[in-house]
Structures are given as structure tokens and as C-alpha cells.
């Protein structure tokens, strides 16, 4: 299924939304976005984007605007998953794949057996936020390690002091978002390992507004969603760092920000967010989307809830781009891309590509 976007909402929390403002856009897109040249010298194709529920609002945003600025071009933008979305990119039906993670070495092999030459581009950051009530005073820091025992499936913990025993006796109250979010699927899988482990006895809403609602008045809640929408926020709540250091010494504590996020430190719950081009589909349409979602993708972000790239790394990543430089940077199997600094990374395979 396909969306074609001329007006719509910038923010989705989840599939079930996704579906249905895909369904309203495509309405709207038959009324007011026919096909052809409205005079002005733009591009009048059209530029077919499959893939990542994750990726899909900034891809939509950037659509929305793209189509703005270029009446006569077209963009449709499907909802397949990243796995379904390269499925369908790497047998040559769709010119760009959103992707919330990169492409893995088996998918690499299907393209070189295809024969598609892509270039790998990174869009934004997806960083995620814990909180609990503005007025708790008894954690400032989380491990991974807790955030693990307190939301993996069929967890016993139910009070603070089950988590630390210098916590108080008191009850915790869990609120995240509903199972069909992407926001859903990347806490567990960075947390937990898995895509979709985890304890369902907790207050789940696809709404951030409800999930910030209950922890704001929930004095022993905790809850995770979005960190530009905590930014939106922040007077309401209270937001906790992440240690990965499972022993819990503290010092490796980190609090989210958009500089944490960009410098890599923010771990595991940060991560480059990715579009894939194929090369054979470049035409005028689709490199004029490309070069217009790398100069707008920074300022769209933080609308639809993830953290924005320095116009420095943006500008490395249009040099890839206008260079047509194909291949992986990050689908490396030696490569965690939680935390990953993408301009160092993007350095770094420069470096390596003048030394060869």
C-alpha cells in the first residue's frame, strides 16, 4: 500500500496510525495531486519510497514539502517494514527503502546477485527517552541491565525497591508505547535483544500525550517514548541517563540530548536512521527528492520525533550522495550502530576509499 502525501499530519505513533493517515494521504494526494509540470521548471515525475514504519513520518514530511515546492512531482510512500521494504527495493520495484537499521550482509548478497548498485544515506537519529514523575528523588540513572529486569516479559518487579534496595517501598507504574509502535519495537529490541519481548502489564498508548499524562501523575511512574517529545515536555517530567555498564557504577551514566544522541555517548537507545537509493532509478525526480530530503531532513526531525544530524554530518552525507557513492558504510557485521558517531563513520570510510 502506497501514500501520496499533499497535505497531512507530520506525526504517526505507530502502524495502526500509519495505516490510517497512509489511507487519508492517498485520498487527499487523488484529489489535489495530479501528475504532469505546473509550468515552473521543476521536476514532474515520480519517486516510489517503500519500507520502515520507523522512518516513514520523516520520509512524509519531507514528501509532504518535496511535493510542495514541485507540483508536478509525485512521491508515494509505502509502510512494508524495513525487511519488507528491501525485499522489495532489492528486486528493483521501488527507487528508495527507509530503514530503521542497515542493510545486512544478506541483503547485500541479493543486491550484488541483482545486480543493484545502492547509496546508503543517513537521515536523522531515532533516540528514545526514560522518565518517571517530576518529583521523584531516588533515581537519577538507570542501567541497562534494570531497564532489562523491570520490563522483560513476565517480570515480577512491581516496586522501586525490587530494582535497588535503596529505592523505596514503593509501587512502580509502567506506560510505553502500544506494541505496534516502532518506538515499541526498538526499546526491546535495544533493551531486551528482541523485537517485541516484553511484559505486557503496562499502560500502552500509540498517544505521547497519554503516556505523558500518566506519568505526570503517577508519582512511582516510569514510562519511555520519544526524546524530542520529552524535549516537548521536559517541564512536566523528569527524564532519567542510561548506564550500560550493567555493573551500575554510575559513571558511565549518560542523559539524553540531541548532543548526546550525535556524539555516539547516548547508548543503547540511539541510532542512525537510514534511506537507501538505487542508483538504476535515479533519474531527475528522484535526485532532486534526494538532495531535498538531505538539506530538509535536519529541520523536519525533531517534528516528527527524532533528533536532527549537524548541518556538518549533513553535508557529509550529501557528498555521498552527489558522488553517487554506493555500497555500505555501517552494514558491517563488526559495526553496533547503537551509538554510532555517523560523521566520524562517514570520515573514516572516506579515508579508506582515497587510500585504496
Same mark, same amino acid.
Given at each position: 500500500?502506497?501514500?501520496?502525501?499533499?497535505?497531512?499530519?507530520?506525526? +504517526?505513533?505507530?502502524?495502526?496510525?500509519?495505516?490510517?493517515?497512509?489511507?487519508?494521504?492517498?485520498?487527499?494526494?487523488?484529489?489535489?495531486?495530479?501528475?504532469?509540470?505546473?509550468?515552473?521548471?521543476?521536476?514532474?515525475?515520480?519517486?516510489?519510497?517503500?519500507?520502515?514504519?520507523?522512518?516513514?513520518?520523516?520520509?512524509?514530511?519531507?514528501?509532504?514539502? +518535496?511535493?510542495?515546492?514541485?507540483?508536478?512531482?509525485?512521491?508515494?510512500?509505502?509502510?512494508?517494514?524495513?525487511?519488507?521494504?528491501?525485499?522489495?527495493?532489492?528486486?528493483?520495484?521501488?527507487?528508495?527503502?527507509?530503514?530503521? &537499521?542497515?542493510?545486512?550482509?544478506?541483503?547485500?548478497?541479493?543486491?550484488?546477485?541483482?545486480?543493484?548498485?545502492?547509496?546508503?544515506?543517513?537521515?536523522?537519529?531515532?533516540?528514545?527517552?526514560?522518565?518517571?514523575?517530576?518529583?521523584? @528523588?531516588?533515581?537519577?540513572?538507570?542501567?541497562?541491565?534494570?531497564?532489562?529486569?523491570?520490563?522483560?516479559?513476565?517480570?515480577?518487579?512491581?516496586?522501586?525497591?525490587?530494582?535497588?534496595?535503596?529505592?523505596?517501598?514503593?509501587?512502580?507504574?509502567?506506560?510505553?508505547?502500544?506494541?505496534?509502535?516502532?518506538?515499541?519495537?526498538?526499546?526491546?529490541?535495544?533493551?531486551?535483544?528482541?523485537?517485541?519481548?516484553?511484559?505486557?502489564?503496562?499502560?500502552?498508548?500509540?498517544?505521547?500525550?497519554?503516556?505523558?499524562?500518566?506519568? !505526570?501523575?503517577? !508519582?512511582?511512574?516510569?514510562?519511555? +517514548?520519544?526524546?524530542?517529545?520529552?524535549?516537548?515536555?521536559?517541564?512536566?517530567?523528569?527524564?532519567?541517563?542510561?548506564?550500560?555498564?550493567?555493573?551500575?557504577?554510575?559513571?558511565?551514566?549518560?542523559?539524553?540530548?540531541?548532543?548526546?544522541?550525535?556524539?555516539?555517548?547516548?547508548?543503547?537507545?540511539?541510532?542512525?536512521? +537510514?534511506?537507501?537509493?538505487?542508483?538504476?532509478?535515479?533519474?531527475?525526480?528522484?535526485?532532486?527528492?534526494?538532495?531535498?530530503?538531505?538539506?530538509?531532513?535536519? @529541520?523536519?526531525?525533531?517534528?516528527?520525533?527524532?533528533?536532527?544530524?549537524?548541518?556538518?554530518?549533513?553535508?557529509?552525507? &550529501?557528498?555521498?550522495?552527489?558522488?553517487?557513492?554506493?555500497?555500505?558504510?555501517?552494514?558491517?557485521?563488526?559495526?553496533?550502530?547503537?551509538?554510532?558517531?555517523?560523521?566520524?563513520?562517514?570520515?573514516?570510510?572516506?579515508?579508506? @576509499?582515497?587510500?585504496?
Amino acid at each position: 500500500m502506497t501514500s501520496s502525501c499533499c497535505s497531512c499530519s507530520r506525526r +504517526f505513533s505507530g502502524v495502526s496510525a500509519l495505516w490510517a493517515g497512509a489511507l487519508l494521504v492517498l485520498s487527499m494526494g487523488l484529489v489535489g495531486c495530479g501528475g504532469g509540470s505546473d509550468g515552473s521548471g521543476g521536476p514532474s515525475g515520480s519517486v516510489s519510497v517503500d519500507g520502515s514504519s520507523t522512518v516513514f513520518p520523516l520520509t512524509e514530511a519531507v514528501a509532504e514539502e +518535496f511535493m510542495r515546492a514541485n507540483r508536478g512531482a509525485r512521491v508515494t510512500v509505502g509502510v512494508s517494514g524495513t525487511g519488507g521494504g528491501f525485499s522489495k527495493f532489492l528486486r528493483g520495484e521501488t527507487a528508495v527503502n527507509n530503514a530503521s &537499521r542497515p542493510i545486512s550482509p544478506g541483503e547485500i548478497e541479493k543486491a550484488e546477485a541483482n545486480d543493484i548498485e545502492f547509496i546508503e544515506l543517513p537521515v536523522a537519529y531515532d533516540g528514545l527517552a526514560v522518565t518517571v514523575h517530576p518529583d521523584n @528523588d531516588w533515581v537519577d540513572c538507570l542501567t541497562v541491565e534494570e531497564l532489562r529486569r523491570i520490563w522483560e516479559p513476565n517480570s515480577e518487579i512491581d516496586n522501586w525497591n525490587q530494582v535497588r534496595d535503596d529505592f523505596p517501598d514503593r509501587e512502580i507504574e509502567l506506560y510505553g508505547p502500544g506494541t505496534a509502535s516502532g518506538t515499541y519495537d526498538y526499546f526491546t529490541e535495544a533493551i531486551m535483544g528482541e523485537s517485541g519481548a516484553s511484559r505486557s502489564d503496562f499502560t500502552a498508548s500509540e498517544d505521547d500525550n497519554v503516556l505523558v499524562q500518566g506519568i !505526570e501523575g503517577t !508519582e512511582g511512574a516510569l514510562g519511555y +517514548f520519544g526524546l524530542a517529545y520529552y524535549e516537548n515536555n521536559a517541564d512536566k517530567l523528569k527524564v532519567l541517563g542510561i548506564d550500560p555498564d550493567e555493573r551500575g557504577s554510575g559513571a558511565s551514566c549518560v542523559t539524553p540530548s540531541a548532543e548526546t544522541v550525535n556524539d555516539g555517548s547516548y547508548r543503547p537507545l540511539s541510532r542512525p536512521l +537510514f534511506i537507501y537509493v538505487n542508483t538504476a532509478k535515479l533519474d531527475e525526480t528522484a535526485e532532486a527528492f534526494g538532495d531535498f530530503y538531505l538539506q530538509n531532513a535536519g @529541520d523536519l526531525a525533531p517534528d516528527v520525533g527524532y533528533v536532527g544530524m549537524p548541518d556538518s554530518t549533513y553535508a557529509l552525507v &550529501r557528498q555521498r550522495f552527489q558522488n553517487r557513492t554506493t555500497g555500505t558504510v555501517f552494514g558491517r557485521e563488526d559495526l553496533d550502530v547503537a551509538g554510532v558517531q555517523v560523521a566520524e563513520t562517514l570520515r573514516n570510510a572516506a579515508r579508506a @576509499d582515497t587510500t585504496e
